[in-house]
């Protein structure tokens, strides 16, 4: 669905944000864009969804280069901004309207978008007197109009509550079950987790890591086994990776001798890959 | 074609919502009736009174052309308010990747109020006018006055983050129409090139003279006037 080839770019001849970058994406996958603010991922959203058409290399979407897209590519794509971008002055059901009227197909009922998202009670309250929560999820609402196949999420449960942020990850998983290509960008390394087929790193303009989270999370190494037990009546740690618990002849012998105060299992997360790749934490 | 003819009907509703820009556009109306039945009341009793031949009626030029002028600025003015209003609440973002496109948007937000505003000046211009001119200035001066309504849209979108800064910049550029004032009140004094470089000054000298060159002078600055603010608006535009 996606072909990203050799791309690189810059806003001026001097400058290059992105160099040589590839990846692609397949029809109903999740891939995730994940990275530090200022890595690249808006610009290269940008290029994605036709709005920088002066790049090097190749960037294709359902089949055309996205630089030099026809009238139909809008048809095909929708994007769930970071940010509202709806009419404040508008109720939801005239904000959806609008713009389902942009579309020329439009197979999606303002109505019951409205009530997958929850604001089937709100659809004639003006968007001004909407919460943030309530906006974004009108946003991915918009963005779900006219049922595009390729759908740009930024930040989609930014500044939603826990229950509707559940609700919106099961928004996102129910789209890719209907065979949606889905773009996250995100800083929420647990919904990258629990969302995406692969994400990809990006810093400094480059992928710098990029594949399933299981198998990024697994290339750090073995999760780690620490434990705690009592020497001559202090408590004591320790740890050792799981992959060497036989070795430890200390954690043996605590095992043996019943001494072991407590003991768990730590595996790394895509938090500690962001952290390894980037090499710095989230904000 | 639909998304273009959607975006400009969602222009218009936005301007009908807004009473400011409402008024605004039914500006041109009431500065033509005041300049059609008012002037020459005026002009009238003003002869009598100071008994001289003419006072106003020299300057029958001048409210023509601020008639032509008016319309389409006024038009794009809240056009331009309109756009401020969807940069600042980042529509303008989302209606860029819709099939309006940039392109699009351009078209419903810029090129259309401008047509609008020229078809408008052609309306209002006949039932106004102090003047009788020949048909070819009348419809210079319509275009005249809706690319400088264009330049104005621009100034106002380039230059301003809302809707308050947008006013400011509108009361700013409209000083570009003073220059239109150049010719009639220095008359043959050369002082007035100075103000060369304002469309304004060689639509009035076109007017003025009823000389067609003048005409291709003032469309040609207005195409340099847009030329130089086109980055500063798209920037503004893109998110």
Known sequence: ?283 | MKAVATGFLGLLKAVRRDHMLLAACSAPVLAGVAFRFGVPALEAALTRWLGTGAVLAPWYGLFDLMLCMLTPVMFCFAAAMVVLEEVDSHVAAALLVTPLGRRGYLTSRLLLPTVFGMAATLVLYPLFRLLALPVWLGLLLAAGGAAQGLIIAMLVVSFSTNKLEGMAIAKLSSLLLLGAFAPYVLQQNKVQYLLVGLPSFALAKALQGQNPLWGVVSLALCAVWCAGLAKHFAAKIVY
């Open chain 1, 1 to 283: 669905m996606i072909c990203v080839q050799h791309l690189s770019f810059g806003y001026t001849p001097k400058q290059t944000l992105i160099e040589d970058m590839n990846f692609s994406v397949a029809q109903g996958e999740i891939f995730g864009f994940l990275g530090p603010s200022g890595a690249g991922k808006t610009t290269l959203q940008k290029i994605l969804v036709g709005l920088l058409p002066h790049y090097g290399g190749s960037v294709q979407l359902a089949g055309q280069q996205c630089g030099r897209h026809n009238a139909n590519f809008y048809e095909k794509i929708g994007i769930d901004f970071e940010f509202s971008t709806l009419y404040e002055k508008l109720t939801a059901a005239e904000n959806l309207r609008f713009f389902a009227s942009l579309y020329r197909k439009t197979s999606r009922s303002a109505g019951e978008l409205l009530a997958a998202v929850g604001l089937q009670n709100d659809a004639n309250k003006r968007v001004s007197d909407y919460s943030k929560g309530m906006k974004a999820r009108l946003n991915f609402a918009r963005a779900l109009l006219h049922d595009p196949d390729v759908l740009f999420l930024d930040e989609p449960t930014n500044g939603l509550d826990p229950t509707n942020s559940s609700v919106m990850k099961q928004l996102i998983l129910a789209e890719k079950a209907a065979g949606k290509t889905i773009i996250l960008t995100t800083h929420n390394m647990q919904d990258a987790a629990e969302l995406c087929d692969r994400v990809a790193f990006i810093v400094n303009g480059s992928i710098r890591a990029l594949g399933t989270p299981h198998e990024l999370v697994m290339s750090r190494g073995a999760a780690q086994v620490s434990y705690t037990y009592l020497a001559n009546g202090a408590e004591c740690a320790g740890s050792c990776p799981i992959t060497a618990l036989s070795g430890d002849e200390l954690l043996q012998t605590l095992l043996r001798q019943n001494r072991l105060l407590s003991i768990h299992s730590s595996e790394p997360t895509l938090n500690d890959i962001f952290i390894d790749v980037t090499g710095r934490t989230l904000l």
